[in-house]
């Protein structure tokens, strides 16, 4: 019957719950968020040298996203797609930091061949489909991916990240509609950072509360900390049960923040050096975590091993990209389309 808006749901997900980490969850999660915020550092520093060319876009602050959400996933079997902010989400899947640096400096060992640079970088062994340009893109092919998923019935969940900017896409919309439709099994991901290369939230969005934005086409939206890694993690857990369960997509909007500029080019006047400071110092994820890491006893020492641990990692990512070779000239044409259809 025509009109018939019994058709599809109005059934809504039970408020998440912060994450009940066991020591050794909490401590896997403070090293994994550690080992994003050490590697953009030094991926900024090597920008710096001239090293890395192009845009590189910093996911520094938000790290409690990537990790809370893809610690509940399995890399190979649940897809992952974001835009160009994109190092972070490689790290929480498990991608070799060698090989993303490598890639950010353009070298024949890096993930796509050294002819992707910091935006275009996929690893279809782990399910990661990039890496994306073009502000919106990855909502649209997230939701093709979650189509195959749903067609080829491999279990899998595909997790589509977007910023507040992109939210104000056309396209956005277009996928939502067909999500819901079609009960694809995806989790639409808004990392609301609160600004859009220079542009607040606030002065480009008519409704500024973003998990609302699934509203008009039924998908159910819930907000977020995304500076928390627990509570990220308990919204991974509810959205994923939703999922999994037939139930369709599902938004999750992660108030969030970003440190540095939009790219290493910005010199961020759209905001103030206080708000940046104010964020750091009273919301900072990793903070957050190691003060729960020393009330369990962990101790100052043992923290200290982590950091340095972890910058061995990242120095060694370095120098393997550093020492590695430039791709070979003959490569020049290799994976690029030169023939006309
Ligand atoms: C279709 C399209 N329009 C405009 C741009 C230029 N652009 C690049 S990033 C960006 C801002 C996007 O901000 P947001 O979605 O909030 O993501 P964030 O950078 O904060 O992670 C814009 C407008 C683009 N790359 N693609
Ligand atoms: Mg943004």
Same mark, same amino acid.
């Given at each position: ?68 959400? %893809?610690?509940? @996933?399995?890399? =190979? ?8 902010? $994109?190092? &972070?989400?490689? /790290? *929480? +899947? ?43 893109? %990855?909502?649209? @092919?997230?939701? =093709? ?8 019935? $491999?279990? &899998?969940?595909? /997790? *589509? +990240? ?180």
């Amino acid at each position: 019957m025509s009109g018939n808006s019994n058709l599809h749901n109005r059934e809504r997900p039970e408020a998440p719950k912060p994450y009940e980490a066991t020591p050794e969850e909490l401590l896997a999660f403070y090293k994994e968020m550690l080992l994003i915020r050490r590697f953009e550092e030094k991926a900024g520093q090597l920008y710096g040298l001239g090293l890395i060319g192009g845009f590189c876009h910093l996911y520094i602050g938000q790290e409690a996203v990537a990790i809370g959400l %893809q610690s509940a @996933l399995t890399p =190979g079997k649940d897809s992952v797609i974001t835009g160009y902010r $994109d190092h &972070g989400h490689m /790290l *929480a +899947y498990g991608i070799d930091p060698n090989i993303i640096m490598a890639e950010l400096t353009g070298r024949a060992a890096g993930i796509s061949r050294g002819k992707g640079g910091s935006m275009h970088m996929f690893s279809t062994e782990h399910k990661f489909y990039g890496g994306h340009g073009i502000v919106g893109a %990855q909502v649209s @092919l997230g939701a =093709g991916l979650a189509f195959k998923h749903k067609y080829s019935k $491999d279990g &899998g969940v595909c /997790l *589509a +990240y977007f910023g507040d900017g992109a939210a104000n896409q056309g396209q956005v919309y277009e996928s939502f509609n067909m999500a819901e439709l079609w009960k694809l099994p995806i989790i639409f991901v808004i990392e609301n950072n609160q600004y859009a290369m220079g542009t607040s939230v606030n002065r480009a969005s008519s409704e500024d509360q973003l998990y609302r934005r699934g509203e008009s086409f039924r998908i159910p939206g819930i907000q977020v900390d995304g500076m928390d890694v627990l509570a990220v993690r308990g919204a991974a857990e509810t959205a994923l049960e939703w999922v999994r369960a037939g139930k369709g997509p599902i938004l999750l909007e992660m108030k969030t923040y970003r440190y540095r500029g939009h790219s290493m080019s910005d010199p961020a006047k759209y905001r103030s050096r206080d708000e940046v400071q104010s964020m750091r110092e009273n919301s900072d994820p990793i903070e957050q975590t190691k003060k729960r890491l020393l009330e369990l006893g962990v101790s100052e020492d043992d923290i200290k091993t982590i950091d340095k641990d972890i910058r061995a990692v990242v120095n060694e990512a370095a120098d393997f990209a550093e020492n590695s070779p430039e791709p070979d000239v003959n490569e020049l044409y290799t994976d690029v389309l030169v023939e006309q259809y």
